[in-house]
């Protein structure tokens, strides 16, 4: 496991950002770190990188401590936007690339690569303050990425893109686990997570309430969806036991049940009472685990 | 290359290319020139300005020798014998065709009388030699009433001996004090001006930082101490330069004005045979220590605020301290031995200027200015260990800020346990 996080916490005086966290990050993927406003996806980010210190427990990257030393292999995008508004984006990508300790040929090879993938080559010698929103984001991607470096922390890299940008944003990230970073990154966007992680971990007021591959979070959860499209009323089915939730839609219902079996029941229940479209078992959503797990506890 | 020394010439060069570096050095060296070239600006500008005064003589004996005396004393003062009436003269002032008009009289005892008119009695440099003229001419006439020679007059106006001589061995002598008062009073306005000034860049340059949020990415690839001491070393180097730049062109304007103006105005003020290199190379160590100790002071609270806008309010209380010492330092111009001034130079917020202004005014022993000194250096250091952990963790820190709670969140953030 590459990167490892043992019993994690830290205490901002008698308030507890994160409370005893256990994560691995295996190498060469991507780690999807969910969590409402305030979960302490940030607080865990700054831990890894050592901007603050952690109160108890131990962050390893390949089994050493990260600290400067270890700078030039780390990536780190912050939630919070911010380059020089008076300095060029050269200017800016030179002096970032050589704190990350590039030399300005690399720099320079790099950026003008990165730039014409994005699709921004004329940005060069333009101030950062003269750029639209969504193109400084992209500068700001390029900074925490120009280094190659091991270890990559995006947090929240889509927000405020339009969807061709973050089509855009999603396969550079995507290509670059292929070449062999690993990848960590919080959204609040679960068709993101879905789409691009392989493990994940929702944090709840700094505690995980669920972690793991994405395929077991799905397992353990245990509940499923069932989608069924017909031609009469489907109401008296949320009578059923085994039933969690019911939702009308325009052309039939969602069911949420809390077991596979649940199906079966339901499937026995509708026939002969009309004709069926469509009858589907589905895995739950993120969205639904997400909303289970955090939502349950702001009512 | 080292990320400490990448910061320093990222921070020297950006801000050596930045407008408000050129236009400052710019003006300095325009002002340079203009103080170098100050009497042959004078002249130009006084060259034909001849001040016209009508002289209405009632004594009729008067105007004679007034004009005389006026004529040794400068060209600028034409007097006119005028035969009209005084409301004439006054029709003339008024329209500006003379610049004004003095009434002359003798008085009973045979001494002259003058009334001065002019539209304006702003101007004090014509009437002033008016009056001196006339005053010698008083003095002329009494002596002669008394039947005194010229000699025995001269006796007279002869100005006493007074010698003041310092009996400490190495004491200055009025002269050098004179000449020391005037390079202290230079050097210490210089250190005031420049620990202000590059000391306000950097709280400004860590805030901007701060509140364009890149400094979250900076302290993500190098430590907050060497961003924090790269930056005011950066600027350290960038006030050298802009120093070098301004002696240089002072130098070069010297050379350049010639041999006739250089013993004239300003300049001769300065006899800089008498200037000391010791007195120089103290300058230069309390200019860098006294930069060092304010850069991290403001360094550390600048990193506490969140807006630009918000630096002013913040590094006012810090300022202060340096202004409180230019005020005691100019007290102690003209009181060097002041019981405030022995004191204040041992506080090493105070030291780099009041400590100066001692050791260029009077002779201290050296262990007292080594005292100093070594005060100020460990001051430095403990706001260097201080001011890291507050500036690392002030950094992080957003939203409002105005209290010295802040330091405090501040360190709790920055700290290993908590």
């Known amino acids: 496991m590459a990167l490892d996080i043992k019993d994690v916490t830290k205490r901002f005086g008698a308030f507890t950002a994160v409370d005893h966290l256990n994560l691995t990050v295996p190498e060469k993927e991507i780690f999807g770190l969910l969590g409402a406003n305030g979960a302490g996806k940030t607080t865990t980010f700054r831990m890894l990188l050592g901007l603050i210190d952690q109160t108890e427990g131990q962050i390893s990257w390949k089994g050493e401590k990260i600290n400067y030393d270890t700078s030039h292999l780390i990536g780190y995008l912050p939630e919070e936007r911010g380059l020089y508004p008076k300095l060029t984006v050269k200017d800016q990508l030179l002096y970032l690339g050589r704190l990350r300790g590039m030399k300005k040929t690399e720099i320079i090879q790099e950026m003008e690569n990165w730039l014409t993938r994005f699709k921004v080559p004329e940005y060069k010698n333009k101030k950062v303050e003269e750029l639209s929103k969504g193109n400084q984001q992209k500068i700001q991607f390029i900074a925490a990425v120009i280094h190659n470096p091991q270890l990559l922390i995006l947090d929240e890299p889509f927000s405020g893109l339009d969807p061709v940008n973050v089509e855009l944003l999603k396969e550079a990230v995507v290509d670059l686990k292929e070449k062999g970073t690993t990848i960590l990154f919080s959204s609040h966007r679960m068709e993101h997570v879905e789409e691009l992680c392989e493990h994940l971990c929702i944090l709840h007021k700094g505690k995980p309430v669920v972690a793991g591959s994405l395929k077991e979070v799905k397992r353990s959860f245990g509940k499923k969806n069932v989608f069924i499209d017909a031609e009469f009323d489907l109401s008296f089915l949320s009578e059923v036991e085994g039933v969690v939730k019911f939702k009308r839609t325009a052309r039939g219902a969602i069911i949420q049940i809390n077991d596979e079996s649940v199906s079966q029941r339901l499937f026995q229940q509708l026939s002969g009472k009309g004709f069926v479209r469509k009858f589907e078992l589905e895995e739950p959503s993120l969205n639904d685990i997400f909303i289970e797990k955090v939502g349950a506890s702001y009512e | ?418």
């Open chain 2, 1 to 418: 290359m080292n990320k400490f020394w990448v910061v320093l010439f990222h921070t020297y060069l950006q801000r050596l290319k930045s407008k408000s570096f050129l236009i400052t050095t710019a003006i300095t060296i325009a002002l340079i020139y203009g103080l170098v070239n100050l009497p042959t600006i004078m002249d130009y500008f006084d060259k034909d300005k001849i001040e016209k005064v009508a002289v209405i003589d009632k004594s009729n004996v008067l105007f004679a020798p007034l004009q005389k005396q006026i004529e040794q004393m400068n060209g600028t003062i034409d007097l006119e014998h005028y035969e009209g009436t005084e409301d004439s003269a006054r029709t003339q002032v008024m329209e500006g065709e003379l610049d004004s008009y003095l009434i002359l009289k003798t008085n009973s005892k045979g001494f002259p009388e003058a009334t001065y008119k002019a539209k304006t009695v702003a101007e004090q440099r014509v009437p002033a030699d008016l009056e001196q003229a006339l005053q010698q001419i008083k003095g002329g006439i009494a002596a002669e009433q008394l039947g005194l020679s010229e000699a025995q007059i001269a006796e007279v106006y002869s100005p006493v001996d007074f010698n003041k001589v310092a009996l400490e061995e190495g004491a200055k002598t009025e002269d050098e004090l004179n000449q020391a008062r005037v390079f202290v009073y230079i050097l210490l306005f210089v250190i005031y001006f420049s620990v202000l000034f590059y000391g306000n860049m950097i709280a400004v340059e860590v805030a901007t930082e701060k509140a364009s949020r890149v400094m979250e990415i900076l302290i993500s690839s190098v430590s907050p101490v060497k961003q924090m001491f790269g930056k005011i070393l950066g600027v350290a180097l960038l006030g050298l330069t802009q120093y070098f730049l301004i002696l240089l062109s002072g130098f070069l304007f010297l050379r350049g004005s010639g041999s006739t103006t250089i013993n004239e105005g300003l300049v001769s003020f300065l006899d800089f045979s008498n200037l000391s290199l010791e007195l120089i190379g103290y300058a230069v160590i309390f200019f860098l220590l006294g930069y060092l100790l304010y850069a991290t002071l403001l360094a550390m609270v600048g990193s506490l605020v969140s807006r630009v806008e918000e630096v002013q309010q913040m590094i006012m209380p810090v300022q202060l301290f340096i202004i409180a010492a230019f005020f005691i330092a100019m007290y102690g111009l003209s009181n060097p031995e002041a019981g405030i001034v022995t004191a204040a130079s041992y506080f090493p917020l105070f030291t780099p200027i009041v400590m100066f202004l001692r050791i260029g005014m009077i002779n201290i022993p050296w262990w007292e200015a080594g005292l100093g000194i070594l005060l100020l250096i460990g001051s430095i250091v403990v706001c260097a260990l201080v001011g890291a952990k507050v500036y690392r963790g002030g950094v992080l820190m957003y939203g409002k800020s105005t209290s010295l709670k802040d330091f405090k969140r501040a360190l709790t953030l920055a700290k290993k346990e908590s």
